[in-house]
């Protein structure tokens, strides 16, 4: 029980996927427009994905939360 | 499986390699910040001796370049109100940038400790508030939660706990994942691929959780202020 649990956790891993390769794609797209603001659309991209990725981190720490406190 | 788990939780003691002083505890995260701090100031002293209006050392030009670029790039989040905090910001950033890259020199990174990110956190957010009380005074300060409209004043109040609390697990979360993944992989394959991920987890994504953490707070600050 207590592993089912931290692997439901673990599915937030797919908000974080779709959020990240929604910000690549419009980036992508960004850049195809605008090449010359590559460089300020690069790090605003990175920014976004760490901040994307912040939710699946989130359901690491749940999911070690439920495995150890359990 | 049982051993890893063990393993894990054994890693998340804080009290694992406490050193015992008479009755005082010292957490492995407090004299690892304690080193840290000793090494920020040498190196801070040692670069700003003899520094000169017209800079001839290469490393004076270095240190200017650097903070100039932070100070900036924090400068325009900020903007006139807000630069009074851009030092303790940047003091922040340069201190978890060293903390979580601290791991590639044998050392473990304190901000694997639970209690260190959430007091960094607590510091934020303790700053977010003296800056919207010194901005707007202590009624447009209480006055502030109840903006836009009244309905959001519960909403408005819970982000009090939110936002430290998701900062403290954002970074918490970042640099124990790094860890448990870097584990994991060294049991796996033990030569060479480990290094490549070492670049990734080490390197870019403890700068990144610096910055990001920096960069949060500085937005925080910015919307208190505005």
Redesign the interface.
């Given at each position: 029980m207590i592993a089912i649990g931290a692997g439901i956790a673990a599915l937030t891993g797919a908000g974080a996927g779709i959020g990240i390769g929604l910000a690549t794609s419009k980036a992508v797209e960004g850049i195809a427009r605008q090449p010359e603001a590559s460089g300020k659309i690069t790090s605003a991209l990175?920014?976004g994905c760490?901040?994307a990725?912040?939710t699946a981190?989130?359901g690491?720490?749940i999911g070690?939360m439920i495995?150890?406190m359990l | 499986m049982g051993g890893i788990s063990e393993e894990i939780s054994q890693n998340l003691q804080y009290m694992n390699h406490a050193i015992t002083i008479g009755p005082l505890t010292i957490p492995q995260g407090v004299y690892t910040t304690w080193g840290i701090m000793v090494f920020l100031v040498l190196v801070s002293i040692w670069l700003t001796r003899g520094m000169e209006v017209v800079p001839k050392k290469k490393r004076q030009v270095l240190v200017e370049t650097g903070v100039g670029t932070l100070y900036n790039m924090l400068y325009g989040i900020l903007g006139e109100h807000g630069k009074r905090y851009i030092p303790y910001l940047l003091t922040v950033m340069i201190y978890l940038g060293v903390a979580n890259v601290i791991g590639l020199f044998g050392f473990t990174p304190p901000t694997k400790d639970l209690n260190v990110t959430l007091g960094l956190a607590l510091m934020s957010i303790v700053l977010v508030q003296y800056a919207s009380i010194r901005q707007r005074g202590v009624g447009g300060w209480l006055k502030s939660f109840s903006q836009p409209v009244a309905i959001v004043t519960p909403l408005n109040v819970l982000e009090l706990a939110i936002k430290p609390l998701s900062l403290c697990m954002r970074l918490f979360g970042n640099v124990l994942g790094a860890f448990i993944i870097m584990e994991l992989v060294k049991i796996v394959v033990p030569v060479v691929f480990p290094l490549a991920c070492s670049m990734y987890f080490d390197i870019f994504d403890g700068l990144l959780q610096a910055y990001v953490f920096v960069f949060l707070t500085s937005l925080y600050i910015q919307e208190a202020i505005e």
């Open positions: 990175i920014l760490a901040l990725e912040a981190i989130y690491l720490v070690l495995i150890i | -």
